[in-house]
């Protein structure tokens, strides 16, 4: 079955440098969460979109941004890196509504930032 | 706001141990809760879910009762295996909301199960 694919799977980046992290949903969720998980620590929820409209938004840095596209796929760019935002970066996605019963989560992408 | 508190760990336990992370909650409603299972390396995977109060979730052994009594939703497992080994998160998602549905994750519990 698909599974909610994230890209890339691990990425290095200097500091002050931009990243963009990729995430395309299971066929059919309309919505995605982005997720931070620093070491050692519980997942951080960031961002949310449904119907390609932002539908919540956590503790997401002002240098962060997301939006999602028109097949529904995800991207989070981040800009002026830091070393603290060196993470294991989650995507998942659901069906409306459903994120407690139906969401599932990518493997993730682990940014290191040097 | 909503918040889940779990039990810390790290906890390690023999093969064939009982196991019991405790999980409680503050959410306004009746939320929904579940547990997640992250093992090295890996993302988030659903464990168990519960979506109302005395409801049970259960998955490979490991059961959960959803109590709103005691605002609780303890993970317990009759004998563990080494291949249980991982870190556990309980998780709480508010009632359905439209744009709210987000998950929120307790700190944490690493398991480690040896021979």
């Known amino acids: 079955a698909a599974g909610v694919i994230q890209s890339p799977r691990h990425l290095i980046k200097e500091k002050r440098e931009t990243a963009t992290l990729k995430c395309y949903p299971i066929?059919?969720?309309?919505?995605v969460y982005w997720y931070q998980q620093g070491p050692g620590q519980d997942p951080q929820f960031l961002i949310s979109f449904y119907e390609k409209m932002q539908s919540d938004k956590g503790s997401i840095p002002d240098r962060f941004s997301a939006q999602q596209f028109s097949d529904y796929h995800s991207e989070l760019n981040m800009s002026s890196l830091e070393l603290g935002d060196s993470a294991l970066y989650f995507c998942a996605s659901s069906p409306r509504g459903q994120m407690n019963t139906e969401a599932f989560f990518g493997q993730g992408t682990r940014l290191t930032v040097v | 706001g909503n918040s889940v508190t779990q039990m810390e760990g790290p906890v390690t336990l023999s093969e064939e141990a009982f196991l019991t992370i405790n999980c409680t909650y503050t959410a306004t409603g009746y939320p929904s809760l579940s547990w997640y299972v992250q093992y090295p390396g890996e993302g988030l995977q659903l464990l168990l879910k519960a979506t109302k109060a005395d409801d049970k979730g259960s998955n490979k052994g490991f059961e959960a009762t959803y109590r709103k009594e005691t605002t609780s939703f303890h993970l317990e497992k009759g004998s563990v295996q080494v291949s249980d080994s991982a870190v556990y998160f309980c998780a709480l998602s508010p009632p359905l909301n439209f744009g709210n549905e987000k998950l929120t994750f307790g700190t944490g519990t690493r398991l480690t199960i040896i021979p």
């Open positions: 066929p059919r969720h309309d919505t």
